[in-house]
């Protein structure tokens, strides 16, 4: 996993291909893939919580520096190609330019590899504010489809902000799993409060409410 800054740019959270490979390199198929298998496990983990959250809100951030619109021309291999197909590689310093964003051997953008992006489209959920997002647990939970609605939310603010969380009105009831503790609902919604850096895992549960088995530690 690459941290810190590359050319002013940060690069938190994107990752590397194999450890064989060169340093200072990460690729945009790596750095969307981990996500997606990461995530279920906080259902069952919420402990983890926090710093899943946070490492999935730079990925969030940070994988637009595989996409051409967001870095100058000069530090793209093939900036003419279109820009909804993400560069394969990113590289810390290529032909004088930090970051780099190019391929390996004769290619540059990673179609296969850029595909991943469509779940983290379903994965993500904006709450009206940049920093401030939904993540589904259960979206690529492919083990079990039959798990109720789990969802990790995330405030990496310094203040508290509070969402509002809809719910089915007469057919479910909201779980606090990071706090193991039921949330009141009231007329189909209930409002959440994240104080600074606080990441929560809700469950969404049918009115029979039944728990969700934890993984032994």
Known sequence: MATGRWGGREVNGLMAGFCTEPANQTYSMESMVTLPYLLPALRFRPELAGEVARYALNVAANMRLFYPEYLPRENQSRPDLPPMFPYERLSKEEKGHSPYATGDFAGHRSIY????????????????????????????????????PAFLYYNPGPGVRRVTVAVSQHTSRVHDLSNNQPLPAHRGKFELTLAAQEACVIEIRNQAGAAVERLPK
């Open 113 to 148: 590899g850029g595909a991943y992006v469509m779940w983290l489209d379903k994965m993500i959920e904006p709450q009206g504010d940049p920093w401030l997002l939904r993540w589904d647990l259960g979206k690529t939970n492919f083990l079990d489809t039959d798990l109720p």
